[in-house]
């Protein structure tokens, strides 16, 4: 029986002319068989796709495209998790089915959406140039807030990303917006997100997510694979770069302070008042809708770590902050405490707790003691499993003497 393509080969060969005769002798098929397709083409057999068999994995994809939603993508978690739930098969065929799945993340085509009023704010930072102070260069870095629904933005310029100056940026944002939204959207940032557990849960930063419990928002990260998406593409960064960047050529800022002054005055002068390229609206008007949909500030007070950042207390009980080293309570050796200066004080805190202050070092590499930390600190105990040593003196090495009469029975044969 012959297949489909080649009843199409005999096919368009008669119709290019050649006999049967002619056909049966090219392709090699008996005459009779050339024939009988010939004249009944419809005869053709025709074969559907073959049923594909199932896969052990199939009653678990819809769980694994939840996990994948969710950001859940290592093969050997998900495995666990499929194992919990009674998969009998193996790892490679779970292995080769979401490697298409990864791919498919990294090309498919950004899909846009819009969020409702007040629902979500979008933060990136972004490298602006460097500044060029007392003979050191510091670089510039911007941080960009823009609102989902209105493109409203606030930006600011700093020499560092640390999180104290993530926290400061977002409550002056908050302040300029006027309220805060109910969720806010991030790259992967060290300051925010610290890594994936071992069920691929998001790890946040404690001090971030304590910040974002204390203004009432949700903290989101981007998808997997997709770093440059985030819904909407915004990119307030590249913003500021074509737009702002472009603009200062021939008035150059002089200072950090004199930077932000004139990007605030550009901010509110065009940024915030132009026609948005992807809503075909004008930012202000929009915005005169979203600024009701904001959680009101309520008069809190700032979050009491804007101004501080972490330290790790030394094996001496002692933290290092500006230069200088500030003592703390023995009992937090080895634990992370949040150090900020307020008044000329060093403030040390554990959580909200205050368990250290001290006046500021009057110069550096001071070493600032309050001696009621130490008092009551154990002495080091010698270790049990302390190493045995040898101790060793090189001398000569010692020669056995004997007899000359030895030797001569031994040359002799004696001793036999």
């Known amino acids: 029986m012959l297949r489909g393509r080649d009843v199409q080969e005999l096919t368009e060969l008669q119709r290019q002319g050649m006999s049967i005769q002619g056909i049966s002798k090219l392709t090699g098929w008996d005459r ?11 005869a053709m057999p025709e074969y559907g796709p073959r049923r594909r068999p199932a896969s052990k994995l199939d009653p678990f994809k819809p769980y694994l495209e939840e996990r994948m ?3 859940v993508w290592n093969a050997q978690v998900l495995l666990r998790e499929l194992r919990e739930r009674s998969y009998t098969g193996g790892y490679t065929i779970l292995k080769d089915w979401l490697h298409p799945q990864r791919s498919s993340a990294r090309a498919v085509a950004v899909r846009r959406f819009e969020t409702p009023p007040g629902k979500q704010a979008q933060v990136d930072w972004g490298h602006l140039g460097t500044l ?4 050191q260069e510091q670089k510039l870095w911007a941080f ?4 989902g629904y209105s493109r409203r933005l606030m930006a600011e310029v700093a020499v560092d990303q640390k999180i ?5 940026m977002h409550e002056e944002a ?4 006027g309220g805060v939204p109910e969720e806010i959207l991030y790259d992967r940032m060290k300051t925010v997100w610290l890594g994936s557990d071992e069920r691929g849960e998001i790890v946040w930063h404690p001090v971030f997510l304590d910040f974002a419990r204390y203004w009432g928002f949700t903290p989101r990260l981007c998808r997997p694979y997709r770093a440059q998406t985030k819904g909407k593409v915004e990119s307030g960064v590249k913003y500021l770069r074509r737009n702002f960047l472009c603009g200062l050529q021939g008035r150059e800022p002089h200072s ?6 004139q990007l605030r005055e550009w901010i509110a002068a065009v940024a915030n008042q132009r026609v948005h390229g992807t809503t075909r609206e004008q930012v202000a ?31 001496d009980a002692y933290i290092d902050w500006q230069g200088s080293r500030y003592s703390v309570p023995w009992q937090y050796v080895g634990k992370e405490v949040w150090v900020r200066e307020l008044a000329g004080e060093v403030d040390v805190l554990d959580g909200r707790a205050r368990i250290a202050v001290h006046p500021r070092a009057r110069r550096k590499h001071e070493v600032v003691t309050f001696p009621p930390h130490h008092h009551g600190i154990p002495l080091g105990a010698q270790r049990a499993d302390s190493k045995i040593l040898i101790q060793m003196r090189q001398s000569a090495p010692i020669v056995e003497r004997r007899s000359l009469l030895a030797y001569e029975s031994a040359a002799n044969g004696g001793g036999r």
């Open 174 to 177: 908050f302040r300029q917006m």
């Open 164 to 168: 104290g100056t993530l926290l400061r």
């Open 32 to 42: 009779k068989t050339v024939r009988k397709y010939l004249l009944q083409p419809n």
């Open 256 to 261: 950090l302070a004199d930077m932000n002054a």
């Open 69 to 71: 939603r969710a950001g």
């Open 132 to 135: 060029q102070c007392e003979d």
């Open 285 to 315: 008007v929009r915005w005169d809708v979203e600024q009701f949909s904001l959680q009101p500030l309520a008069g809190r007070p700032s979050y009491p770590y804007v101004d501080g950042e972490l330290r790790k207390v030394a094996r």
């Open 144 to 147: 960009t807030f823009t609102m």
